[in-house]
Structures are given as C-alpha cells and as structure tokens.
C-alpha cells in the first residue's frame, strides 16, 4: 500500500484509543465489532499486533486493520 493511499483521519485532541479509532474511522461498526477485531490479531498499530483496545493512539501513528482480501489503513491525524 503507497504512503499516498493512506487516509488522515482527524482526531479532536492529542490522543485517541485504539477500539475508538477503529469506529472513528469506519473500519469497525460498533465497540463489540472493533474489541473482537483486535482481540482477533487483525489490527497493526505501526506495524506491530496490537491486542489492547485501550491502546492510546497518538498523532501520525498508522493503524491497519488486515481483512479476507483486503487490508484497510487509516493514519491518525
């Protein structure tokens, strides 16, 4: 996936948690959704699993969510 494909999804402050983003950015529906998600092992956070929905998200870090065909990348902005 090119840098410039990769959407900026603005934030209202400095940070943002991970299960939040995940709807925030439309790649998760509902809370339940984006916890069995990450509880699944299919979202990266700067290239690394990231298994806690809590997980504080700050500015220019990049999340992928990796779905069958597809993977789907928002930057936090």
Same mark, same amino acid.
């Given at each position: %996936?090119? $840098? ?10 400095? %940070?943002?948690? /991970?299960?939040?983003?995940? &709807?925030?950015?439309?790649? $998760?529906?509902?809370?339940? +959704?984006?916890? $069995? %998600?990450?509880? @699944?092992?299919? !979202?990266? !956070? ?7 929905? @809590?997980? +504080?998200? @700050? &500015?220019? %870090? /990049? =999340?992928? =969510? ?5 993977? /789907?990348?928002?930057? !936090? @902005?």
């Amino acid at each position: %996936m090119a $840098a410039d494909d990769i959407e900026t999804v603005e934030i209202t402050g400095d %940070m943002i948690r /991970l299960g939040q983003f995940l &709807k925030f950015a439309n790649f $998760a529906e509902s809370g339940a +959704q984006a916890g $069995a %998600m990450i509880q @699944g092992g299919d !979202v990266l !956070v700067d290239g690394e699993i990231e298994t806690r929905r @809590g997980r +504080q998200l @700050g &500015k220019g %870090m /990049l =999340v992928e =969510v990796q779905l069958p065909g597809e993977t /789907l990348a928002a930057r !936090v @902005g």
